[in-house]
């Protein structure tokens, strides 16, 4: 059994045939999936995919690429949090890769999001590109840090090095892998994935973008997380079943669903 930790099912290209991606779902034995937002208005329809289907589950934020959008504030953000199916906040963090010039305004937004998780008490869904020392010297500062007492959250997507891993596993976080790790020029990502301790590994889609091998090219579905899975349990030379309890757990552990 796996679980998706991070999908788009409110985008056209997978909400528009809903039906056979959930029964994909059940065909390649997913058994849930988050459904992450990206922005307050698109918001309402990922709320309402996790109220329709009791396997799955929301988040609350907006996405740093989204630069012209309804700017969320900390109030915002804890009071639509407070629904019992929305299980963490994001997905929220710092993209210099796509843009550029003066983003003061991500980290503005970023720093609204750790304050939030803080204030509704739900954890965090990071997204990080090509902005690493920023992003994890923002989440000190704004104590995400469980041991400050953050409530932690999840590197999603990861693509940056071991020791950018490190850091945010040292704050409590855990570092979610996509199909990224099964492209072959992927080798750095690769051994990165290799060291990270299963007890703080999580898979997902990111869907519908970036579909793991054999389906790269494809639009990506939460099913196919089962080919990420497959992949990790390879280069970690475990059970695919020990990969797949483990990320299991630390899925439920982390965002508290029971
Ligand atoms: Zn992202
Ligand atoms: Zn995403």
Redesign the pocket.
């Known amino acids: 059994m796996f679980i998706d930790s ?1 999908c788009h099912l409110d985008f056209p290209e997978l909400v528009d045939r809903l039906p056979e991606v959930l029964q994909k779902m059940q065909d390649n034995q997913v058994s849930q999936a988050l459904c ?1 937002s990206v922005t307050l208005p698109e918001f309402p329809k990922v709320l309402a995919l996790a109220e329709t289907h009791a396997n799955l589950y929301a988040s609350v934020g907006v ?1 740093p690429d989204y630069e012209d959008t309804e700017e969320p504030t900390i109030d915002q953000l804890v009071e639509l949090a407070a629904h019992p199916r929305i299980v963490a906040i994001g ?1 929220t ?1 710092l993209d210099y890769y796509r843009l550029n010039g003066d983003l003061a305004w991500q980290r503005e937004r970023f720093r609204v999001h750790l304050r939030a998780s803080r204030a509704a008490k739900k954890p965090l869904i990071i ?1 990080t ?1 090509s902005a690493s020392d920023d992003t994890l010297r923002i989440m000190q500062e704004e104590g995400a840090d469980t041991a400050s007492g953050g409530m932690g959250g999840v590197m ?2 990861f693509t940056e090095t071991l020791q950018v891993a490190e850091a945010a596993i040292a704050m409590g976080f855990y570092i979610s892998f996509s199909g990224i790790v099964t492209f072959k020029n992927a080798k750095a990502l690769q051994e990165v994935a290799r060291a990270v301790p299963l007890e703080r590994i999580l898979i997902e889609t ?1 869907s519908p973008y970036l579909a793991p091998v054999p389906m790269r090219g494809k639009t990506n579905e939460p099913g196919f997380v089962r080919h990420v899975a497959e992949y990790l349990a390879d280069l970690k030379g475990v059970p695919l079943a020990t990969l797949a309890a483990a990320t299991t757990n630390n899925f439920r552990t982390l965002f508290q669903i029971h």
Do not use: I, N
């Open positions: 991070h992450v996405h997905e963090g997204h590109r999603h997507c990111d």
